[in-house]
């Protein structure tokens, strides 16, 4: 079980869109938000997806979800968006930041946030990104600014550095948060904590290991070599 004593000063999203695994999140008390796109439910076997996010938000009525629009043209986004909206109080409406053809969906955001529509906006990889985008929210709507940070780590570049300097461009915006995205390793939680990032979003292979936090090293060498101590023995192997 979870060390429910460690207290984090960065918000724990779980992402994904198994909605078992996400109920049993949400029981364990862990975290304060889920987060879900068109190709997690593809990957969890979603068929119908107002059906999945409805039941999903009977089973979790109380914290924010991010649900994606899936057009790629601004009408049909704009639609998908108000739609969204209208599915419950918690609802974040995710909006990626371009297109598939590299247009920009920054007009769109400041028309949907001035709007009132709570946006998660995603597939954000660069500071000129997060500054246009952060530039059309409105400010008095809640918001997410998610930074793909895991992608950035991808391509060989720190995102810290990015996250940091994105997280200080926002202050202006309290009312809107920081999100670190496509976590790798439980690493990244604290690196995100530091950054001062509101949010990392965390699959649950990840949340698993949140009790090895400080854990002693020479403990888990011990631990390491019992195991492969074991896994010989079990083997049978012979030199």
Known sequence: MMNKEKKFNIKLFADGADLAGMIEEYKKGIVSGFTTNPTLMKKAGVHNYEEFAKNALIAIPDLPISFEVFSDDFEGMEKEARKIATWGEHVYIKIPVTNTKGDSTVSL???????????????????DQVKKVGEALSPDTPSIV?????????????????????KAFLNSKP????????????????????????IITITN???????????????????TVQMFYDDALSSGFRI
């Not at 930074?147 to 994105?166: H, K, L, N």
């Not at 809107?176 to 995205?181: G, I, K, S």
């Open 146 to 166: 998610s930074v793909f940070a895991g992608r950035i780590a991808d391509t060989g570049v720190d995102p810290m550095p990015i996250m940091s300097e994105a």
């Open 175 to 198: 009312k809107t948060e920081l999100l670190w995205a496509s976590t790798r390793e439980l690493l990244n939680l604290v690196q995100a904590e530091s950054c001062g990032c509101d």
């Open 205 to 223: 292979d990840i949340l698993k290991k949140i009790p090895q936090l400080g854990k002693d090293l020479n403990q888990l060498s011990l631990e």
């Open 109 to 127: 955001v400041k028309k949907l946030s001035h709007d009132g529509l709570k946006l998660n906006v995603t597939a954000i990889l660069s500071l």
